[in-house]
């Protein structure tokens, strides 16, 4: 096995099993989260913005 391959099936393993124990624990699972209205980099080009306007 290569390293990616490996690597990628440690990554799917280690998925899986989170989202056992979200499961086991009855909580939300990612794709039932509710989705933000403005992304991350909206928000920091709001915020810069309003911190040059305040210095």
């Given amino acids: 096995m290569t390293g990616k391959k490996e690597a990628g ?5 280690v998925g899986q099993k989170v989202r ?3 499961a086991e624990l009855g909580g ?3 794709e039932n989260l ?3 209205q403005k992304g991350i980099k909206q928000i920091e080009r709001e915020e810069a913005k309003r911190i040059e306007k305040t210095e």
């Fill in 20 to 22: 056992q124990t979200i």
């Fill in 34 to 36: 509710p989705t933000p």
């Fill in 9 to 13: 099936d440690v990554h799917f393993k």
């Fill in 28 to 30: 939300t699972m990612p």
